[in-house]
């Protein structure tokens, strides 16, 4: 018989924390409940959840401290599904690891999709379905707007479908909430390096198999930088780019 995942939820607000805990048992899943941190960690001493969603706000300790007593250097003991209000993004990607997010309000069902795809990859461990080689949907993240023009512009006379961000965190707020094939990032961001953009991508179940180029353009001793960016966890590969035809070409190579 297969085993039930565990889900432990930790949110101050009662009535959201009785509804997830109901369509989540109707889903199959053993549910556990805590109103704070301090009952989160509590918890964890009996139990051991395969998912914690946690709300980042709550009086007596927030999700910001929880996060930081289960982490062990910097990356959750568990896997966890964060709900945080959307002003405060740039923040939390800076500073989170998690395998998904979700900004409040939210519809739960959803929250309930996103639920199924993180514990089906960290706890199924199941097989991404193939997808059709027609679908070519490429991601571009880039602050510099005459060149995300003029690259967009190439990727469509390709036949590619497209879709743009010009900062790292309007870019992981949209893949997650439309998973492309490929994304191409900018190392030099305003806000987020592009490495680090990456990494969170990987991060999150939901974007785990993006395929993620980062680039960059008149950078000095390629071969040494180049070696040490593809060391950075989920780069496939590290471009130079002198024209958009660069992008378009190593996306063609992925």
Known sequence: MEMKANILVIDDEEDLRENLKYVLL???YDVQLAEDGVQGLKKLETYTPDLIIL????PNMGGIEFYQRICDKDIPRFPV??????ANMEQFFKDFNVDGFMAKPFEIPDLISEVKTIINKRVKK?????????SKNVFIVDNDQAFLARVGTAFLMKGFTVNVASTGTEAIERITRK???VACIRMNLS????????SKLKRMAKTSDVRCILFASGIAEREVITDKIQHKVGVEKFVVVTSE???VDAVREL
């Open 81 to 86: 599904f964060v709900l945080t209000a959307r």
């Open 126 to 134: 199941a097989t991404p379905v193939a997808q059709e080689s027609s």
């Open 26 to 28: 109707m889903q199959g």
């Open 245 to 247: 035809q660069d992008l």
């Open 179 to 181: 998973v492309p094939d």
């Open 55 to 58: 709300d980042l706000n709550m």
């Open 191 to 198: 806000d987020l390096a592009g490495e680090v953009v990456i």
